[in-house]
T-cell receptor
Framework: DAMVIQNPRYQVTQFGKPVTLSCSQT?????MYWYQQKSSQAPKLLFH???????NEADTPDNFQSRRPNTSFCFLDIRSPGLGDAAMYLC??????????????????FGQGTRLTVV | DQQVKQNSPSLSVQEGRISILNCDYT??????FLWYKKYPAEGPTFLIS?????DKNEDGRFTVFLNKSAKHLSLHIVPSQPGDSAVYFC???????????FGAGTRLTVKP
């Protein structure tokens, strides 16, 4: 059974029209990540949550926002999509590594991704 | 700022031979390293990891080596099988943060 589920798998949106991508998990992990991946490039970390603690990457455009209403769900909101925002968006979850704790193996589990097309 | 680099976009090997995939990192705070495998139309799946207190971790046909002084790690697959053909991503994370950063990936093709 899928443990990290992203909906939809494919999303087509109009230039400038707000769009929301969703991610849910059944693993009860307290860390959730959103990555943007363009063709043949590294998945780029946009932001991550440690529980409700939001961590935004310095170079993530303001156009990208996120919500995490509870442990299981996380949303990526793109307020005004541009053509350059067309990409694969990957959601992932992991157990947290709290500062000061002994090393804990915390591999991330990924969803299948949402491919966003902007027309 | 690309903190994790995979400089070989592709690698082709013959079935039964060894595949060696390389990864370099720049952030000395990274202390846990992971390899992921990705098939088309699927999300990456975890393959093997290594912590900075080790220099080698082995799991079946897969071995990861870590050279901290060189900030370099490698994934060895032996013997390589056609089913290993996929994109392999290197990732790294640091003890004081829950971020996880990825390289650009290496596309491995194992020829029968």
């Amino acid at each position: 059974d899928a443990m990290v589920i992203q909906n939809p798998r494919y999303q087509v949106t109009q230039f400038g029209k707000p769009v929301t991508l969703s991610c849910s998990q059944t693993l009860n992990h307290n860390v959730m990540y959103w990555y943007q991946q363009k063709s043949s490039q590294a998945p780029k970390l946009l932001f991550h949550y440690y529980d409700k603690d939001f961590n935004n990457e310095a170079d993530t455009p303001d156009n990208f926002q996120s919500r995490r209403p509870n442990t299981s769900f996380c949303f990526l909101d793109i307020r005004s999509p541009g053509l350059g925002d067309a990409a694969m968006y990957l959601c992932a979850t992991s157990r947290a590594r709290a500062p000061g704790q002994a090393l804990v193996e915390t591999e991330a589990f990924f969803g299948q991704g949402t491919r966003l097309t902007v027309v | 700022d690309q903190q994790v680099k995979q400089n070989s976009p592709s690698l082709s090997v013959q079935e039964g031979r060894i595949s060696i995939l390389n990864c370099d990192y720049t952030n000395s705070m990274f202390d846990y390293f992971l390899w992921y495998k990705k098939y088309p139309a699927e999300g990456p799946t975890f393959l093997i990891s290594i912590s900075s207190i080790k220099d080698k971790n082995e799991d079946g046909r897969f071995t990861v080596f870590l050279n901290k002084s060189a900030k370099h790690l490698s994934l060895h697959i032996v013997p390589s099988q056609p089913g290993d053909s996929a994109v392999y991503f290197c990732a790294a994370t640091s003890y004081n943060n829950n971020d996880m950063r990825f390289g650009a990936g290496t596309r491995l093709t194992v020829k029968p």
